[in-house]
């Protein structure tokens, strides 16, 4: 276990492509990790294990690494570049100090990286910009580092820079030496922007005009952490030009556990975090569960981030969440796919632990009697969604534990039975993303699928008030069978459901079959006259009846009940009713125009817009039907750089014209 002082911890952040598994690569080389420079594009990379990410060349999801460096353990999060599966970069950020961002000279800093910026600094983690591919040609190096400190600001300071672009790189210079043409310019800011980290530094620095070396050296990694620095740094990883100095710095001016912010945890769930927790390795242990992965013949590996204490196998853990105590098997330290046992974990360290089933992605784990528990990650939420049903009908046990098994490991997927329309539907962030879950499926767990479009859980309700009879009456030798039932229905307000009234008086029904016209009533409204959906928000009134003394039984009343009860429905003006979803809608501010003319041709109703930083997010309602397609809608429009995060509203009336086609449709399947 190393000390806390020589760790640092990165998360590799950035759009795909643009080269961050191609420097784990060249670090792994650069530190004699590996031999070989592995390479995406020929397969050998050691970051891109799984079966997907050969076939796409593209890291899926988030791996684990780490170099030893000058006496110092450098840990690296491989993440994937795709907003499709953004979940494992957000969840990152809670196991790091600092965020490298990785920029391709040729396409600048994308959307998907400046929204990536934006949770780097809710996360309150230092940042690094590495400039990736600097050897690309038509580019020039100065409009790269203009738009580099256009979209992250003038707190950007070149540390490394290329010697020429194209065809002309061959080395990176170093600006902190002297190196290259504004080599002055920028080490001035260096010192400008560091002394801003502390006000006592800031006195010196306006007393003297610049900084010692040993103070640079010293309130650098504040400066990281406080964000008031983010150094820039020029890497060619696959000529390994400039990583030999891009490593250097990360290790020697990088923050360690013990110089960021520690976090703030709360004594009860849902309370104010107001408990810091120090990095000290003798205090009560407390950690955080960042990752999951699930493998059918591994089982659940969760990886936690130690904040506090010492974990061993020997102690186990207690699940905050639960208050259960847990036994460890091992503690695990991963490099890729690959694991090796460790005795000890202290504060900064990136351990796992294997088949802790009840852990979950975002547990707080503590020692016992020592619980606290630390804010939860906050992750997109689901954009698409496909009802399915397993191929074989032997797959129909193992498809729904096979299916939460993938999405304990991501917090995008949404997994769920619509009892309304009797399916099991999948929701994630697209169609691309799903493939992936039923790839891992299939190769996982053996588990192949057949998908349709989900079924809309549509409700009928009535919008007048209206009375129903009914006289059950059946004779067919010996005891027969008599029940008569007379009641008012009336609307309720949207989202009230059901209300039974009883005033029956003078013993017309019996006491004891009074419940039962009830529940006569209540399992009528499971299918409603229009399209056989459940009928809501209503309250009917019992108000008359008949009995007979002896073919009176509970079976009449249950079936004189619910025949009244549609009788009344049929004539109270009945309507379909549907979901309507609230949508936050981000965009680039320049298709603010575009998406909000769509809204209309989608059902949709802006209820209002806020502006963060160059982006836009547009809060509108729009039916369930049209929003789960709408995904499609938004990349089309903004050439996928939209996003939008969606929550049940309520529901509203169908129109007219939709009724119809609904009706109908509902009539052609039951035939």
Not at 72 to 82: E, I, M
Not at 573 to 578: A, M, Q, T, V, Y
């Amino acid at each position: 276990m190393s000390s806390v002082g020589d760790l640092r911890n990165f998360t590799l952040l950035g759009h795909g492509g643009s080269g961050k598994t191609s420097i784990v690569d060249a670090i792994a080389f650069h530190t004699k990790v590996t031999s070989r420079h592995g390479s995406v594009t020929d397969g050998s990379s050691i970051s891109d294990t799984e079966p997907e990410e050969r076939e796409k060349k593209q890291t899926l999801t988030s791996h684990l690494f780490h170099f030893p460096v000058d006496g110092k353990s450098l840990r690296f999060l491989d993440n994937p570049g795709h907003p499709d599966f953004i979940a494992d970069a957000i969840s990152s950020l809670r196991a790091v100090e600092t965020a490298v961002f990785t920029v391709d000279a040729a396409s600048g800093v994308t959307f998907n990286t400046r929204r990536l910026w934006g949770e780097a600094e809710k996360a309150g983690v230092g940042r690094v910009v590495l400039l990736t591919k600097p050897d690309a040609e038509n580019i020039s190096g100065d409009e790269v580092l203009q738009g580099i400190v256009e979209s992250f600001g003038d707190k950007v300071v070149p540390i490394t820079v290329p010697d020429g672009t194209g065809k002309d790189f061959t080395k990176v210079l170093k600006s902190l030496a002297g190196e290259g043409d504004n080599a002055d310019t920028y080490r001035s800011t260096l010192h400008e922007r560091v002394a801003e980290a502390d006000d006592e530094l800031m006195e010196r620095y306006f007393e003297a005009g610049e900084l010692s070396d040993e103070e640079l050296h010293q309130s650098l990694p504040l400066a990281i952490a406080k964000g008031t620095v983010v150094p820039l740094l020029t890497v060619a990883a696959p000529t390994m030009v400039g990583v030999s100095e891009a490593v250097d710095f990360l290790a020697g001016y990088c923050p360690s556990p013990a110089q960021v912010e520690p976090q703030n945890a709360a004594a009860a769930a849902n309370g104010e975090a107001a408990i810091r927790i120090e990095p000290d390795p003798s205090a009560a242990f407390c950690g955080f569960v960042f990752k999951i992965e699930s493998d059918p013949f591994v089982g659940k590996m969760s990886f936690i981030r130690v904040l506090r204490g010492t974990l061993t196998a020997d102690d186990g853990l207690t699940i905050a969440r639960t208050g259960d105590h847990e036994k460890v098997g091992g503690l695990l330290i991963a490099q890729g796919k690959e694991t090796e046992n460790v005795e000890s974990a202290g504060p900064g360290d990136l351990v796992a632990v294997a088949k802790v089933e009840t852990l979950e992605l975002s547990d707080t784990v503590t020692k016992d009697g020592q619980i606290v528990f630390l804010p939860p990650t906050v992750f997109p939420s689901p954009m698409v969604a496909v009802a399915v049903e397993p191929k074989s009908r032997g797959d129909e046990q193992k498809i729904g534990p096979s299916l939460e098994k993938l999405a304990a490991e991501d917090p995008t997927l949404s997994i769920h039975r619509q009892a309304e329309v009797s399916e099991l539907v999948v929701e994630g962030l697209s169609s691309l993303h799903l493939d992936l879950v039923f790839s891992r499926l299939k190769r996982r767990y053996k588990v192949e699928v057949e998908q349709h479009v989900p079924r809309i859980p549509y409700r009928e309700t009535c919008m007048a008030a209206a009375e129903g009879h009914h006289r059950h009456k059946k004779q067919s030798g010996g005891r027969g069978q008599f029940g008569e039932v007379y009641l008012r229905l009336k609307a309720l307000d949207r989202g009230e459901g059901f209300n039974f009234v009883d005033k029956i008086a003078g013993g017309r029904i019996p006491r004891a079959f009074i419940p039962e016209v009830q529940k006569g009533i209540v399992n009528m409204m499971k299918e409603g006259p229009i399209a056989g959906c459940p009928m809501v928000d209503c309250e009917v009134e019992l108000y008359d009846g008949k009995f007979h003394d002896v073919d009176s039984d509970q079976l009449s009343f249950q079936l004189a009940g619910g025949r009244a009860f549609l009788d009344a429905f049929e004539k109270a003006k009945p309507i379909l009713l549907e979901p309507v979803m609230k949508l936050a809608i981000r965009v680039p501010s320049r298709f603010t125009g575009d998406i909000t003319s769509n809204l209309a041709n989608q059902r949709g109703r802006m209820t209002g817009m806020d502006a963060d930083g160059d982006d836009q997010i547009i809060n509108c309602v729009m039916p369930l039907k049209e929003s789960r397609a709408y995904q499609t809608q938004l990349r089309s429009i903004t050439a996928g750089e939209g996003s939008f995060t969606m929550e049940f509203s309520h529901y509203d009336p169908v129109p007219p014209n939709l009724q119809q086609e609904i009706r109908a449709a509902a009539k052609k399947a039951k035939e």
